[in-house]
């Protein structure tokens, strides 16, 4: 599996890159040969985030972990990592290689998950609107994001509360 670690607004030290790929090459026996890994270590207002991202076999598996102490972020991150791939090692390895809880890190013996299930659907017509328009509405329904019909570009946008923060927001415009 290929490793890269990237810095942000954070000087990690060796021994931190040597823990973080030694425990990151671990999980190269669940994931598809061509696998590869990116952490992200920064440090933003004195509190240290890291992010992983793992790709393999064109799917994603990503997750991000924020505390005053990066070491103890390794160890979280890693933690939710190994559930996710343990949650979904079929779509994740090409060869479906089974599991064995006694090579988990976090596990002491392998969880059962329940496929995920539509419970709910919605509907409704999206109007066009102007950005402004969508954060109001979206205030006014209740929810952290909101989905509308982009006046000026005529593209249907996804709008999103960010979660570091009460006043701003993310729009995904499709095309």
């Keep these: 599996m290929k490793i890269e670690i990237v810095e942000r607004n954070y000087r990690a030290s060796q021994k931190l890159k040597d823990i973080l790929e030694k425990k990151l090459a671990r999980f190269e026996k669940y994931l598809d040969d061509n696998a590869s890994a990116k952490a992200v270590l920064s440090e933003v207002k004195g509190r240290f985030k890291l992010e992983i991202t793992i790709i393999s076999a064109g799917k994603y598996v990503r997750t991000e972990v924020e505390t005053d102490n ?56 999206l109007d066009p609107m102007t950005e402004d328009e969508a954060i109001e509405q979206m205030e006014l329904v209740g929810n952290d994001f909101f989905v509308f019909n982009n006046k000026q570009t005529k593209n249907i946008c996804i709008l999103y509360r960010r979660h570091n923060s009460e006043n701003e927001y993310g729009i995904i415009e499709t095309e």
């Design 70 to 125: 990066m070491y103890a972020n390794v160890d979280l991150a890693l933690a939710k990592l190994e559930r996710q791939i343990v949650k979904y090692s079929a779509k994740l390895t090409a060869r479906r290689r089974k599991i064995e809880p006694e090579l988990l890190m976090f596990y002491d013996e392998l969880p059962k998950f329940e496929a995920p299930k539509i419970t709910k659907r919605k509907k409704y017509e």
